[in-house]
């Protein structure tokens, strides 16, 4: 066999009984080209392929195949790669920070490694001044050139991005290192900034997502929690490659930041489009001196200081995202309406009232609350002509409501069918006139949430939330448009939700959500839940989940995704042939006492992922996961005990996929094991060892164990991927 980056050749292997072949850094089309040739070999045999892309891995483990991700070093290995055997306290100290941003990645720490050797005994403080200039590093050479290599996989990763991922990936260096960040916020962020414009048929919304996928695909941006329809929930970008993408951004005059540690030049600031500040060092003065014409995006981490008098001086500003911004107050956005351009607004800190020029930001997209003290909001905002995401907790001004003329005026905008008005994340619905009434003719929503309030004897509350939630659920036939609904009755009696009543649909009409989130006082399904022909996104969250609303789950046969919270459950079977369509299913069940449902053989045929978030975990709770043969990966909450979790372990090891074990802990997922299930303790320690799934001979399996790849592979964050033949395993 010959391999090079450029062509693959083989002779044809049938003639062998058996074999193991590696190949590392494999491409989509170079697998095209030679799958064919193992088509028909020996159960026995091996093919083991690492590449750096997940689409890539996906393909070529198709079928019977598997994919492990490779993870990077621990701490303490970290420590022994870059320090070597010198330790001192100091030195740990000031390494830090520097070993965060190396992110365990083997190559990035040998790099520094031979760095601090060059500059004679290694110090906290040589540390800290390699980590304030590592990104210069990263872009060019200076003098002994010991971050070429890990400049030239950072350079290949970003150059084969196309043009428009290159400038949303540059766009990232915004957000502080080591910074979560939500998918939804970063897509809404380049939408305002144009960076997903379309000259195709396709949405900008689709291209923005396709974008984002692109950079999770490749390992650049990583992601960190998932929805429970498996989404990429908050996501990542990489220490060193986020150091590179910073360093770059601002060589470029893209972003201009100031920090701290990194003072900000004012040339940067006169020519940069993207302005981020972590600090709040900026004074009145240093900002009347810059010209501030050129800045679309202002982006303020922690005290902002005399930074915010940059929001009056940046006309054309889109993006204005102060949600972190901690001593912000009411007067810092009396001139808010005066920005014209802006099209994304974010606010926090102690904001509890919008000003009234709020109708004059015509242009404005989205409007976040979440992170202020806002209770009520004033119509104007909610009329605003091109406003399409509107996120908080409110209620509609309540003189507002009373004001004839602007409810009427609100009203007719609505009527006319001029809102274009997605999301309404949320509001709490309460006895007065207010959303509910509005809710009914914003023809273009596809997201909502509702708060429910307390609910009056003899008032029309029930009645009116029925209205509002047929109308948003009624859809034409030929309506393909994902909906999700999010109603919390917590507050409300628990017979609020079961008395909502739809009325018969029409016939050119269906009822149709996509995701619906439930919380409250549940002790049966909601009546109109069975109505929603598409569901295939369910969340219940209850004190107590009954054996009859759980019973009353298995007539949902379209469901792919179904997320089940409460302090208890009560005892449950899933007989042969229920759940059909499920893809993804969670329990997180908080007592000690409850008995996970029995799932008989039958039940769960298309199952890929079990989470059972459970601390009181005792064991298998009589889950038997072997007839599950999709079964890619099961969860269990990290405060199992450790006989629990050995439990599991043995259990995804007997199972025919042998599906990766997972810890969770605070929304962190943390694997434990990589196929062929070696105690988690050996792969934290010995991460570059390759094991894969044993074979029948246990010979083979053994050799495979003392694989290692080259520390320019391991450098890299990858997928390995055991393929075999296609007569099994």
């Not at 900008?204 to 498996?230: G, P």
């Not at 044993?694 to 694989?707: A, F, I, N």
């Amino acid at each position: 066999m010959h391999y090079s980056s450029s062509n693959l050749c083989f002779s044809s292997p049938n003639f062998i009984s058996r074999y193991l072949i590696v190949i590392d850094d494999i491409g989509r089309e170079q697998w095209s080209t030679i799958n064919s040739i193992f088509e028909n070999n020996s159960k026995s045999s091996r093919i083991l392929l690492t590449t750096t892309i997940q689409s890539t891995a996906n393909i070529c483990s198709h079928g019977n195949g598997y994919v492990y991700q490779m993870n990077t070093l621990g701490e303490e290995d970290s420590k022994k790669i870059a320090l070597q055997e010198v330790r001192s306290p100091e030195l740990e100290q000031g390494s830090m920070t520097l070993l965060q941003k190396c992110g365990g990645l083997p190559l990035a720490l040998v790099s520094v490694s031979d760095f601090l050797k060059c500059s004679g005994e290694p110090t906290g403080e040589r540390c800290a001044e390699l980590c304030r200039n590592l990104g210069s590093h990263l872009r060019e050479k200076y003098g002994h050139d010991n971050f070429a290599e890990l400049r030239k996989v950072l350079m290949h990763n970003y150059d084969s991005l196309s043009v428009h991922a290159m400038t949303c990936l540059l766009y990232l260096g915004v957000f502080p290192n080591n910074r979560p960040l939500k998918r939804k916020v970063v897509i809404r962020r380049w939408l305002a900034e144009g960076y997903a414009r379309s000259d195709s048929l396709r949405s900008e919304d689709d291209i923005a997502d396709e974008t984002f996928k692109a950079l999770v695909d490749r390992n650049i941006i990583q992601s960190i929690d998932t929805r429970n329809n498996a989404q990429v929930k908050t996501c990542m970008t990489h220490g060193i490659m986020h150091e590179f993408v910073l360093h770059k951004s601002v060589s470029q005059g893209f972003i201009a930041t100031s920090s701290r540690d990194h003072p900000r030049p004012h040339a940067y600031v006169n020519n940069a489009c993207h302005l981020s500040i972590h600090g709040g060092n900026v004074t009145d003065s240093e900002a009347s001196d810059e010209d501030l014409s050129r800045v679309r995006s202002l982006t303020v981490f922690g005290k902002a200081g005399d930074a915010i008098s940059y929001v009056r001086k940046c006309k054309l500003l889109r993006v204005l995202d102060l949600e972190e911004c901690n001593d912000l107050e009411d007067s810092h956005l009396k001139h808010i309406g005066k920005l014209w351009h802006l099209k994304y607004l974010s606010v926090g800190g102690s904001i509890a009232k919008l000003p009234s020029s709020i109708d004059g930001l015509h242009c404005l997209e989205t409007l976040d609350l979440r992170r202020t003290k806002i209770k009520t909001l004033p119509i104007e905002a909610i009329i605003l002509y091109h406003l399409a995401h509107l996120f908080g907790k409110f209620t509609v001004d309540k003189d507002d409501l009373n004001n004839a003329n602007k409810m009427s005026k609100a009203m007719k905008f609505l009527s006319g069918n001029k809102s274009n008005l997605k999301t309404l994340a949320g509001f709490v619905a309460k006895e007065m006139r207010g959303l509910l009434q509005l809710m009914v003719h914003m023809r273009n929503l596809r997201k909502v949430k509702i708060w429910c309030g307390p609910v009056a004897n003899g008032s029309n509350y029930a009645s009116d939330l029925s209205k509002a939630i047929q109308e948003f659920t009624k859809v034409p036939m030929d309506n393909v448009g994902a909906r999700s609904l999010s109603l919390d009755s917590e507050e409300c009696s628990q017979d609020l939700l079961s008395s909502l009543a739809f009325e018969p649909c029409p016939e050119d009409s269906k009822y149709d959500v996509r995701s619906l989130k439930l919380r409250g006082k549940l002790l049966q399904l909601p009546p109109f839940v069975t109505l929603l022909s598409g569901l295939t996104e369910l969340c219940i969250s209850s004190a107590t989940l009954t054996r009859n609303l759980l019973s009353s789950l298995i007539n949902l046969r379209n469901l792919l995704y179904l997320k089940l919270i409460a302090s208890e459950l009560e005892k449950f079977e899933m007989k042969s042939g229920a759940f059909p369509s499920l893809r993804r299913l969670c329990f997180a069940v908080q007592s000690f006492a409850s008995s996970l449902p029995a799932i008989e053989q039958g039940a769960l045929p298309n199952l890929v992922s079990l989470h059972l978030l459970c601390p009181g975990l005792v064991g298998l709770s009589g889950i038997q996961i072997r007839h599950l043969r999709h079964l890619k990966e099961v969860m269990v909450d990290s405060g199992v005990p450790d006989q629990t979790r050995q439990d599991w372990e043995q259990a995804t090891k007997n199972h025919p996929n042998r599906p990766r074990l997972v810890l969770h802990k605070s929304g962190v997922r943390v694997e434990t094991e990589g196929p062929g299930n070696e105690e988690a303790s050996a792969v934290r320690e010995k991460r570059k060892i390759c094991v894969v799934q044993p074979s029948s001979d246990e010979g083979l399996d053994s050799s495979l164990k003392k694989m290692r790849l080259s520390s320019d592979s391991s450098s890299r964050l990858q997928v390995i991927v055991q393929s075999t033949s296609s007569s099994g395993h």
